[in-house]
């Protein structure tokens, strides 16, 4: 699975003094998070507290009001071609198309991106996901766990040296869940970098190396995972939680 040349960046993700404002209102107020290849980090934090604004600032869908934010080494405002080469993101809900198949998913995505779609490209991507014989089954068919390994497929395609997950484990039965982690675990040990956020205590915290928690707008807590049982994680989750309601 090493299918990128290994960054030249120090890190795969490195956020400076990050600020967002929405309608007047700080979402986030001074993040700062760096990230290093071949290494996961799961993101946690309050409904509202700005997980999902720092993906999509990342991904480069949304602009930072104040501060900086740099993946593989590009800055996402000045540079946000070069870093939409270097990132998948798959955002919490799976962004399929119910009446295509799954190899006309990932056609039509291969297509609008101007990357090769021929039928061995697409179908090892479906492979590398465990859909292979339901290559030509129609996506509404799917279970919530096959059209998140459908979207993951995507990210294969695009080779992306950085990934991003908004809630990957929401609405997966524990195999589909194992896979997930599986995968995000392989990735990793190929050199990627994988930044998730979760509200699962038991899933997404198995691949992570590192707990970051949001709360007033910025990082509050930012940990090795090792050094923390689920039970800790949950009471300093529910903690900061309360804080930031």
Not at 145 to 164: D, F
Not at 175 to 183: N, R
Request: aromatic share 6%; charged share 25%.
């Amino acid at each position: 699975m090493n299918w990128f040349e290994p960054m030249m960046a120090d890190f795969a993700i490195q956020v400076s003094a990050l600020k967002k404002i929405y309608a007047g209102r700080p979402i986030l107020s001074d993040v700062n998070l760096a990230i290093r290849p071949g290494e996961a980090v799961a993101l946690l934090g309050a409904n509202g507290a700005g997980k999902t604004t720092l993906l999509r600032i990342l991904a480069t869908l949304s602009r930072p009001s104040r501060g900086t934010a740099v993946v593989a080494g590009h800055d996402c405002v000045k540079h946000a071609e070069r870093v939409r080469e270097c990132v998948g993101f798959v955002a919490h809900g799976a962004w399929v198309y119910d009446d295509l198949t799954a190899l006309e998913n990932l056609k039509f995505w291969t297509t609008l991106s101007g990357r090769p779609t021929d039928a061995e490209t697409l179908r090892v991507a479906l492979t590398a996901v465990d859909l292979d014989r339901f290559a030509h089954a129609r996506v509404r068919t799917f279970s919530v766990g096959m059209k998140r390994r459908l979207a993951l497929a995507r990210l294969t395609l695009g080779r992306p040296r950085v990934i991003l997950l908004d809630e990957p484990f929401a609405g997966l039965d524990q195999q589909a869940g194992k896979w997930v982690d599986e995968y995000l675990a392989a990735f990793k040990a190929s050199g990627g970098c994988v930044l998730l956020t979760t509200h699962s205590f038991g899933r997404g915290l198995g691949v992570a190396d590192r707990i970051v928690i949001l709360a007033g707008g910025g990082v509050v807590l930012d940990t090795p995972a090792a050094a923390l049982s689920n039970d800790d994680v949950r009471r300093l989750y529910e903690a900061h939680a309360e804080d930031d309601a």
